[in-house]
């Protein structure tokens, strides 16, 4: 059970989860603002001009996925180092290292000046990212959950699960302004830059915040129970959790596939689908975006919260089942050019997806002990992100390209859901057999 046996007093609590959320917050405007240029400006800008638009948008987009490969091994890295030494220290360097990555994209040669090296630099930089994202979640999810009174933990841990939606909303606002005041041509020569660039300015507002943080509560406590083992005979976090519980790092990334996959087809391809398919405005895209995501911050808290009472798994079940059946309506919805019917559309998508995203911090915390918490809760997420979002729009896109039709990628959705939702009810049961088998 996470939450200490006392947990901090309300308004202590209230604050750590708060900085963690304010801190998750800056980490994920960084991740997204990529996806947003993948989608509207890099197949333009740093490939060659001759290239068949669809082929141009795959490699954007190839460029996007590598920040989810390079997940799992910041997962590895930082939840080994966060395990051994604190959730705190592991967090402000993944501050770091995400800020200074995108601050290097927006100061990237494109095509035209540097060739082949302009897309080989963003792919590094990407792989960077990818490297800091996989390490962030992990940490800020645990601080606020490991020092969250005892029954919380679900309210708790949707405070940092808030920083993806309010990150999405950020980097869309910033894009949405730069496109709406400059001219075509100005925002493709050099405005795509400021949001990257404006990263420098927020990771110094971010490692402030951080800095604010005290070390989570159960954390402390492991550490002193340790205090007696020399450094030398503690066993790596990263390998007792692969040889201890493997079982349950798999099925744990297996049940957020779909929470993932179905995220990133609503905030990175529905937007290039509207720009390149539909014909819509971009800015009223960008728009929709950020206003449904706006409305997923008070859903994610709810359905933390609902988790404490009803349980997390069952909540995770409902939300996979109804974003799998609503992936049918989704893009009829996008297509019948109506800015209400889009909204609409991503709207409930977001919202479908809370009530798995809300639970989900303190689920996959609950899963390990916590002298190897963060290493299991990131290994398990990150990997779900690789084969979820980090191919989700590549998929959709390559099947539009071949059938000329959105209802296979409603069926890819809806397939995906199906996966997630085996996977968790087989975690559930391998989560009480366990416990059974201890005597619990």
């Known amino acids: ?17 708060v900085t963690a959320g304010a801190g998750a917050t800056i980490e994920w405007y960084d991740f997204f603002v990529y996806g947003t240029a993948a989608a509207l400006v890099f197949p333009k800008i740093f490939f060659p001009a001759d290239l068949p638009p669809l082929v141009a948008q795959l490699a954007a987009f190839s460029t996007f996925a590598v920040g989810f490969i390079a997940r799992p091994f910041g997962g590895i890295v930082f939840g080994h180092f966060g395990d051994l030494f604190g959730r705190k220290k592991a967090l ?42 996989g390490g962030q979640w992990g940490g800020a999810a645990l601080m606020a959950i490991e020092s969250a009174p005892k029954g919380k933990s679900g309210y708790y841990g949707s405070f940092v699960q808030m ?72 066993k790596s976090p990263i390998l007792q959790v692969l040889t201890r519980h493997p079982l349950k790092i798999l099925l744990a990334g297996g049940a957020f596939i779909a929470s993932n996959t179905c995220f990133y087809a609503a905030i990175t391809y529905a937007v290039s689908y509207g720009d390149t ?13 950020v206003a449904a995501s706006v409305v997923m911050v008070p859903s994610l808290l709810l359905f933390g919260s609902l988790s404490d009472r009803w349980g997390r798994s069952k909540l995770f079940m409902i939300g996979l089942a109804l974003t799998g059946l609503w992936s049918f309506a989704f893009f009829p919805l996008l297509e019948t ?25 303190a689920l996959f915390a609950e899963l390990f002990p916590v002298a190897v918490r963060y290493s299991g809760a990131s290994l398990g997420y990150q990997l779900g992100a690789v084969i979820g979002g980090g191919f989700a729009p590549i998929i959709a896109t390559a099947l539009f390209a071949e059938y000329a039709s959105s209802l296979p990628i409603s069926i890819f959705l809806f397939g995906v859901c199906f996966l997630s939702l085996v996977c968790t009810w087989l975690l559930t049961r391998h989560v009480n057999a366990s416990l059974v088998g201890k005597g619990s």
């Open 337 to 361: 050019l109506s800015y209400p019917a889009i909204l609409a559309a991503l709207t409930v998508e977001l919202v479908f997806i809370s009530i798995m995203y809300g639970p989900q911090a």
């Open 163 to 234: 920083g993806v939606p309010l990150g999405v909303v950020l980097s869309n606002i910033v894009f949405f302004i730069m496109i709406t005041t400059l001219s075509p041509d100005a925002f493709q020569a050099w405005g795509w830059r400021v949001p990257f660039i404006l990263s420098f300015a927020l990771v110094f507002i971010g490692i402030y915040i951080q800095t604010r943080l005290e070390e989570s509560v159960e954390f402390e406590q492991a550490a002193r129970s340790q205090e007696d083992t020399p450094k030398e005979h503690r």
């Open 1 to 17: 059970m996470t939450g200490s046996a006392s947990g901090k007093d309300g308004s202590s609590i209230f604050k750590v989860a």
């Open 92 to 133: 402000l360097v993944a501050l770091l290292t995400m800020g200074l990555a995108t601050t290097a994209i927006g100061l990237l040669p494109t095509y035209a000046t540097a060739g082949i090296f302009s897309p080989l630099l963003l792919i590094l930089l990407r792989l960077i990212q990818g490297v800091a994202i």
């Open 277 to 289: 398919v539909l014909n819509l405005s971009r800015s009223a895209m960008l728009a929709c975006v």
